[in-house]
């Protein structure tokens, strides 16, 4: 019974991740637009009956949208993490991954013989912690994808342009010829500036959602333009030729530093490895870390101490440029 429960918990922890993390799917955004297109087209009465359902499905969801928004503190923040990802993840869905791991790991070291305190806030370490690292993986992955073909797609808004091309059409061009978030956010303008939005605005709006200061660099690089008049093919080849050496001196940095990040990563899992095998050598020797509180103390000080040394190493290795 007590290993059902927990491969009970650890499939749906792992369930709620895999919906939440996985893309948009291609057949059902399709599926979704002959629908809509039977109903705007079909007949009339089964057309209002699937626009009634799906709009008590949108209804629910909106409800668990504002329990999260409710429960989750600075959701506008949160929400636009989750937008930098590219990925369709919801606050509810969120919401419900952050608390199916709390439970799966609670209830499984409750079972294991540890105290429910110390179950409780290690669930809540890792129910909480572990989707905000996952989707900060998540947004610096696409970040750095999209920063490594940004300065190719300027390069084909630089040929457009020589060749007589304004500037709106250069946009669509990158859309439909860069792959990847570079193609996609281009995508996104180009599909706001044909309802009516502005260039400028189209562009903030993509800027504020990517946090990116190369993308930034582009739209005030535009914006100036616009203002003050002058080659915009040369203003934006410089900017591709900035842009590149700038991402040849993050490298290098990288490279730099990639001795001393190798030695914090050794020295600070090396407590934990050792801690692994003696717990599997000898398993009532450290088993007082679960049920001694001085010793749960002295772990979670001694957690707390080499948490703050490997923030400072970060930091150290961390140059803006």
Not at 77 to 85: A, N
Not at 131 to 150: D, E
């Amino acid at each position: 019974m007590l290993w059902l429960i927990i491969l009970i918990g650890l499939v749906g922890a792992v369930g709620l991740g895999y919906m939440a993390m996985s893309g948009p799917s291609p057949s059902k955004s399709v599926k979704r637009r002959v629908e809509l297109i039977r109903e705007r087209h079909g007949d009339v009465i089964a057309g209002n009956a699937q626009a009634q359902i799906r709009k008590l499905f949108a209804q629910r969801s909106s409800k668990l949208e504002g329990y999260a928004s409710t429960l989750i503190p600075k959701p506008a923040l949160l929400r636009k993490r989750l937008e930098m990802t590219g990925k369709e993840i919801t606050l509810g869905k969120y919401a419900l991954i952050c608390i199916g791991i709390v439970a799966a790991i609670t209830i499984g070291l409750t079972f294991k013989g540890a105290p429910f305190i110390l179950s409780l806030l290690l669930g809540l370490f890792f129910g909480i912690g572990g989707p905000h690292f996952v989707i900060g993986k998540m947004i610096n992955r696409r970040v750095n994808k999209f920063n490594s073909n940004f300065p190719d797609a300027i390069e084909l808004m630089v040929r457009g342009l020589r060749s007589g091309l304004p500037i709106t059409e250069t946009l669509g061009i990158v859309a439909s010829e860069i792959q990847g978030p570079v193609g996609l956010e281009f995508r996104l303008v180009s599909d706001k500036m044909k309802i009516g939005r502005t260039m400028e605005a189209a562009l903030q709006d993509t800027a504020d959602r990517l946090g990116t200061p190369e993308f930034q660099f582009f739209v005030i690089t535009l914006a100036i333009q616009r203002e003050t008049g002058g080659n915009l093919a040369e203003t934006l080849s410089n900017l591709s030729d900035v842009l590149r050496k700038r991402a040849q001196m993050k490298l290098k940095i990288r490279a730099m530093s990639s001795e001393s990040k190798a030695s914090a990563y050794i020295v600070g899992s090396l407590p934990f490895v050792v801690f692994t095998m003696v717990w599997m050598i000898n398993p009532h020797y450290m088993g007082g870390f679960f049920s001694d509180q001085r010793l749960m103390v002295a772990g979670l000080g001694g957690m707390v101490w080499m948490g703050i040394g490997a923030f400072i190493m970060a930091k150290m290795c961390n140059f803006e440029i």
